[in-house]
RNA sequence: UCCUCGGUAGCUCAAUCGGCAGAGCGGGUGGCUGUUAACCACUAGGUUGUAGGUUCGAGUCCUACCCGAGGAGCCA
């Protein structure tokens, strides 16, 4: 008999299928018994009746607990009464494994309960249609800059010394030497893109930030292009495009699991070029209007992103900002030195900032200078200054928070639903 | 790191002024021909986070600690 898998069932209408996966749950009736199975890809609801009170499928049924994992065999039927539209007529049941008392029962649990089962908590149905979105949402990055001609270059996630010397990071053995967890692959990406263009990094980088908060986790995922000869405004239409792009093929691909989160699509479909585009220094009055207490030289904190999408139903370029805040390779503006050419996109609805990045500094000396501004160790990057002596050319780049993207998209509560296994402030279980 | 709140059955929570520690779900037993977090009946299940203190009496009040949640700063 055919292994089938319950996303595909609709093609096996009037078959005999077999189908492996886990109980979610059950109902009895007397002479009818209801089983609802998930397989991974989906559920479906299966039945068993009989007249006979003792009939070998009810002894099985009644064995079954939740999340037994178990192979059914039977014929899919059309049935509006089933959810999903199709049930199987069970007409054979193997039990591979009965289920211990499972501790997620299908009833409200609270947030550290489900934390602390993880592992178990990414059976439920919300927790699948977020990582659905996810895996998808990381093929679309993939797909957009595969598709634009950029390569794809892994940098080190073991690495001598800080990126931007700024962040706290973790600290290891690497034989007798220290080492550092990657908090960027930003000044590798250089490297590479010196080499091959246009290239782009996608890995895990970890920060040893005590940050607490919803938008935060210490582990986590970015996507991070780098272009040679690209300035702050090719990097800016760059950033925007990627998140059409994505957004688009969620909306596409993944209704099924929007749906399921129960997210409203209406803020994804008004995401379109051009985005709203401001100097830091044009958008500080209205921020201010709004009652923000921000004064120029100041960085954003979590009230001006607030009022940010509260101004505007869709995603923001901010651009321009003062050179103090932000990390010592950044390109002035030579109009006005004191500000930098960043740029920093900001999701509507409260999600914060998703990307930031902007043109560097390809002079020689003037990168001498800030490494020496910034106490950093000269040569630690020595490698870094080697760039700027050897063709070097103006380029740009930026980074984009895989987590943030993705919660902002499922519009989720908090960070830590938005990958696997989230690593936070003091936990690291399981 | 700082501020705020919380910790009672496997889970989610209740317990009046300091006066016998309870309910729903989950588990077990039985019932029901179409259930949709099914339902109905019965049943088992407790070192009230830890240590100390006040009191005739503490889940409740006080002190310290542990753990967790929400927020801030920093950042993607």
Redesign the pocket.
């Known amino acids: 008999m055919k292994w089938a898998y319950i996303e595909d069932i609709a093609d096996f209408k009037d078959q005999e299928v077999e189908l492996r996966g886990w109980v979610y ?1 059950k ?6 018994r ?1 089983l ?1 199975i998930r397989d991974g890809t989906g559920m479906i ?1 299966g ?1 068993i ?1 009989s ?1 006979d ?1 003792d009939h070998p499928l009810f002894q099985a049924f009644d064995q079954l ?2 999340e037994s994992s178990l192979i059914v065999r039977g014929v899919v039927k059309e ?1 509006k ?3 999903g539209g199709f ?1 199987l007529g069970i007409t054979d049941m193997e039990i591979i494994q009965t289920a211990q ?3 997620i ?9 489900l ?1 602390e089962h993880r592992h178990l908590w990414l059976r439920s149905q919300k927790q699948r249609a977020i990582l659905q979105i996810r895996a998808e949402l990381t093929k679309a990055i993939r797909d957009f800059f595969d598709n634009r001609g950029f390569r794809n270059l892994d940098t080190p996630i073991l690495t001598p010394s800080a990126c931007e010397g ?2 706290t990071l973790f600290e290891t053995e690497y034989f007798d030497q220290k080492a550092y967890l990657s908090q ?1 692959g930003q000044l590798y990406n250089e490297a590479t893109a010196m080499a091959f263009g246009k290239v782009y990094c996608f890995g895990p980088t970890f ?1 040893a ?10 582990e ?1 995922w ?1 996507v991070e292009p780098e272009v040679a000869f690209a300035n702050l405004q090719d990097i800016t239409d760059l950033a925007e495009d990627l998140i059409v792009s994505i957004v688009a093929r969620i909306l596409e691909t993944r209704k099924t699991e929007l749906d399921i989160l129960e997210r409203e699509t209406s803020p994804l479909e008004r995401v379109k070029k051009p985005f709203h585009r401001m100097k830091y220094g044009e958008i500080l009055p209205d921020l201010k209007k709004k009652g923000s207490k921000i004064d120029w030289g ?6 001006e ?1 607030t009022i940010l999408s509260e101004i505007y139903d869709s995603p923001v370029c901010i651009t321009h900002f003062p050179a103090k ?1 932000k ?1 010592f390779y950044m390109q002035p503006d030579e109009e006005n030195p004191d500000e930098v050419l960043g740029v ?1 996109v900001f999701a509507s609805e409260g999600y ?5 990045g902007g043109q560097r500094i390809h002079d020689l000396g003037l990168l001498e200078k800030r490494v020496k501004e910034h106490k950093l160790p000269r040569d630690a990057y020595e490698w870094y200054l080697d760039l700027r002596k050897y063709g070097s050319v103006p380029h740009s780049g930026f ?3 895989l ?2 993207t993705l919660s902002w998209i499922c519009k989720i ?3 830590r639903e938005a990958i696997p296994f989230p690593r ?4 690291i279980y399981p």
Not at 105 to 113: L, M, N, R, V, Y
Not at 424 to 427: A, E, S, T
Request: without cysteine; proline residues 6%; glycine residues 10%.
């Open positions: 749950n109902r009895s009736g007397g002479k009818i209801f609802l609801q039945t009746y007249e009170k607990t939740q049935d009464r089933a959810p049930e008392e499972y501790p029962t299908p009833k409200e649990h609270g947030i550290p309960f934390m700024t962040t960027s920060r930030e005590k940050s607490k908060t919803r938008k935060h986790l210490i986590f970015m100041d960085d954003f904190g979590a009230p992103e805040i990390a920093d914060g900032e998703l990307i930031g980074g984009l928070g987590e943030r509560k908090h960070i936070l402030l003091y936990k």
